[in-house]
């Protein structure tokens, strides 16, 4: 037993990418990958995330080194590439809008909830204010919930988590966005 933890430590190891079977860390061609590790100066309570970063407008969201956050929560449990994540600043919807191209597709993400289990996370994707997609799910502390939408030709996507027993911790987490531009 003990031999074979040493053989998958190596094994992933030699791979730099700490993560569990099912989850991966590319984006399906022609979507690109935004990580927010290369944000760059992030205090430990996280900085706003720059306007044009990833060819998109960014509205109320924070990036966070969530390995360097208390462990137990969705902040150390949402990474999926180390060591940033994005969240929704105040527990308030994060908006994230058309910047470099007049629309844009959102293929998918990882989330977790950061403080309670079993939040709703709301997302609808709307074109020139007509919403053209919706889609709510459930988010926890200890595992990743991958969201895969798949959402063409949207100019904004609403995310906003929903729970009324957090007294407004209501926080989740985003990290491995794929979008197409
Ligand atoms: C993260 O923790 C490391 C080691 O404690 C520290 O050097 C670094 O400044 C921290 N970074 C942030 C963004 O808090
Ligand atoms: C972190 O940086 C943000 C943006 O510059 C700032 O508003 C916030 O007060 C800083 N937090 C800490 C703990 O320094
Ligand atoms: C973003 O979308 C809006 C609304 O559809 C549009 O008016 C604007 O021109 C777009 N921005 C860019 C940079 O194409
Ligand atoms: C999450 O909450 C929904 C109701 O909002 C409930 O149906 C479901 O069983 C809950 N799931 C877990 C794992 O607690
Ligand atoms: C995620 O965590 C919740 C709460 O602990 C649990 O009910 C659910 O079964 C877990 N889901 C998976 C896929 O492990
Ligand atoms: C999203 O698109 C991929 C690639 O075309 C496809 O494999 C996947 O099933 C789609 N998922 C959803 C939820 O539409």
């Known amino acids: 037993m003990f031999a074979i933890v040493i053989i998958v430590v190596l094994f992933f190891s030699a791979f730099s990418v700490q993560l569990p079977w099912s989850i991966t860390s590319t984006c399906r061609e022609p979507s690109s990958l935004i990580t927010f590790d290369d944000i760059k100066n992030i205090n430990a309570s996280g900085i706003p995330i720059p306007n044009g970063y990833g060819g998109l407008n960014w509205g109320n969201g924070m990036a966070l080194n969530g390995l360097n956050s208390s462990s137990g929560t969705g902040y150390t449990t949402g990474v999926v590439s180390?060591?940033?994540?994005?969240?929704?600043t105040f527990g308030n919807d994060i908006v994230i809008t058309n910047a470099t191209t007049k629309t844009f597709t959102i293929n998918s993400f990882y989330s977790c909830a950061v403080w309670y289990d079993n939040i709703t996370l709301e997302m609808t994707g709307t074109r020139e204010g007509t919403t053209l997609y919706t889609?709510?799910?459930?988010?926890?502390?200890?595992?990743?919930?991958?969201?895969?939408?798949?959402?063409?030709?949207?100019?904004?996507?609403?995310?906003?988590?929903?729970?009324?027993?957090?007294?407004?911790?209501?926080?989740?987490?985003?990290?491995?966005?794929?979008?197409?531009?």
């Open 82 to 88: 180390p060591p940033n994540l994005a969240y929704d």
């Open 135 to 181: 889609k709510s799910v459930q988010l926890f502390m200890q595992n990743t919930t991958f969201i895969e939408l798949n959402w063409s030709d949207i100019d904004t996507i609403n995310l906003n988590s929903v729970c009324f027993w957090c007294c407004g911790a209501k926080h989740f987490t985003m990290d491995n966005l794929c979008v197409t531009l």
